[in-house]
């Protein structure tokens, strides 16, 4: 029990750690003279996850996002009852993180960030994609990330010393790529905190369904087909 309270725990500072520097970056370098757009953010998220991973992967496995404990939990490398604990550290951590930032930030710049909401919108408040494309698009981002941390966390022939970076650069390149047509989330919990804290629920179903879609298929792809299995001699 004191195990999995220890995990949990893990599992919300981490996620705070992501949804605060992930989210932040976006309130902090949105578009304007002077700002980093959307390489300063990308770097922020992975590097942030990066480290996240490194400090919390000895007492969690650092999943960090409810689609890597659904992954994990389809190819059972965790019980139902533990995976479900992590899900709720998870949407606490980044819903603290949320809240923290409004009351810390000046109102005007996260009003402007949405508070740092994974959402690619128009300037009419609208979708950029439709929710089936965005859920799509999000499915193929999270696979990436999915089949990278089995590969180099789960996998034991992986390369361990290097898998945050590893994990983190993945996060970077999918938000470089996904992040100005649906906002690059491949992570509900992520998503839920400043939705919850901001009222930002614009098509917020494809955040949960399109991340935990493809994180199961690539977890599922993974353990069964690229993963080294013991044969017996």
């Not at 004191?2 to 932040?24: H, I, K, N, P």
């Not at 002077?34 to 496995?61: D, E, N, R």
């Not at 009222?199 to 087909?225: E, K, N, R």
Request: with cysteine.
């Amino acid at each position: 029990m004191q195990s999995t309270f220890r995990s949990c725990v893990a599992e919300l500072v981490g996620t705070f750690t992501l949804t605060f520097v992930g989210a932040g970056a976006i309130i902090t370098n949105g578009p304007g003279p002077g700002k980093g757009g959307l390489v300063a953010i990308a770097l922020a998220h992975g590097l942030a996850l990066s480290m996240a991973v490194y400090a919390t992967g000895h007492i969690s496995g650092g999943h960090i996002n409810p689609a890597v404990t659904l992954a994990m939990l389809a190819t059972k490398d965790i019980g139902a009852g533990k995976a479900l604990g992590y899900i709720a550290a998870q949407l606490v951590g980044s819903s603290l993180a949320a809240l923290a930032l409004k009351m810390l930030l000046p109102g005007d710049l996260v009003a402007a960030a949405r508070l740092g909401a994974t959402l690619a919108l128009t300037a009419d408040g609208l979708p950029v994609l439709s929710s089936a494309a965005t859920i799509a698009f999000e499915a193929v981002l999270t696979f990436f990330l999915i089949t990278t941390i089995f590969s180099v966390a789960v996998d034991k022939r992986g390369p361990k010393n290097v898998y945050g970076f590893a994990i983190g650069l993945t996060i970077a390149f999918d938000i470089l790529c996904g992040g100005p047509w649906t906002g690059a989330s491949m992570n509900p919990a992520r998503s839920f905190g400043p939705a919850l804290v901001g009222g930002h629920w614009t098509i917020h179903q494809a955040y949960w369904i399109g991340p935990i879609l493809g994180g199961v298929i690539a977890g599922l792809v993974y353990d069964s087909i690229l993963m080294a299995k013991e044969e017996s001699s």
